[in-house]
T-cell receptor, first 113, second 114 residues
Framework: GENVEQHPSTLSVQEGDSAVIKCTYS??????FPWYKQELGKGPQLIID?????GEKKDQRIAVTLNKTAKHFSLHITETQPEDSAVYFC????????????FGGGTRLMVKP | NAGVTQTPKFQVLKTGQSMTLQCAQD?????MYWYRQDPGMGLRLIYY???????DKGEVPNGYNVSRLNKREFSLRLESAAPSQTSVYFC?????????????FGSGTRLTVV
């Protein structure tokens, strides 16, 4: 089955700096790669996703890049703010009727004011 | 618009006790999922239901059973709780068709087995 590895497990940045979180996946048939943000005491929320026919996608301060050949994808957050502090999860899926997502281990991002 | 609702939010069980975690969604989604979240291990799939009337095992199904009661509801049952089942449990749902692959998660059930 799919295996997703995520690095780093913790990341501390100064407010205004950029943050980058990287994930690798093992199943070359995976074609959907979402990122989730989980705030304390809440469930994960989808913040951005990318499909395998696209190399990069941006949404305001958030961007995701995908390298299918190397089987890795990354989340980039620019101009970080204290409210960006949370745990971020990457995931990968083949799609299909059940569309099971396999998640990475998570990255705790701390943005220092 | 409630999304995915999980009950209870917190529960403490003694080893050997049983309980059912409830999940309901009001988005008319076809697929529903149960994940557990342990520190440093991300979210691991326990069981899923691709559509009403079907259920399948995920990565870590041992010690659990599920019921897809109807399109809205998907429950997770622990027949004889063990300390290893101490975790935070999340239910999620997805439309299941077309290009919409995003999950909607509930707010979780924090379970402690003593």
């Amino acid at each position: 089955g799919e295996n997703v590895e995520q690095h780093p497990s913790t990341l501390s940045v100064q407010e205004g700096d950029s943050a980058v979180i990287k994930c690798t996946y093992s199943d070359s048939a995976s074609n959907y790669f979402p990122w989730y943000k989980q705030e304390l005491g809440k469930g994960p929320q989808l913040i951005i996703d990318i499909r395998s026919n696209v190399g990069e996608k941006k949404d305001q301060r958030i961007a995701v890049t995908l390298n299918k050949t190397a089987k890795h994808f990354s989340l980039h957050i620019t101009e970080t703010q204290p409210e960006d502090s949370a745990v971020y999860f990457c995931a990968a899926s083949r799609g299909g009727a059940g569309n099971m997502l396999t998640f990475g281990g998570g990255t705790r991002l701390m943005v220092k004011p | 618009n409630a999304g995915v609702t999980q009950t209870p939010k917190f529960q403490v069980l003694k080893t050997g006790q049983s309980m059912t975690l409830q999940c309901a969604q009001d988005m008319n989604h076809n697929s529903m999922y149960w994940y557990r979240q342990d520190p440093g291990m991300g979210l691991r799939l326990i069981y899923y239901s691709a559509s009403e009337g079907t259920t399948d095992k995920g990565e870590v199904p041992n010690g659990y059973n599920v019921s897809r009661l109807n399109k809205r509801e998907f429950s997770l049952r622990l027949e004889s709780a063990a300390p290893s089942q101490t975790s935070v449990y999340f239910c999620a749902s997805k439309r299941g068709t077309g290009s919409d692959h995003g999950y909607t998660f509930g707010s979780g059930t924090r379970l402690t087995v003593v």
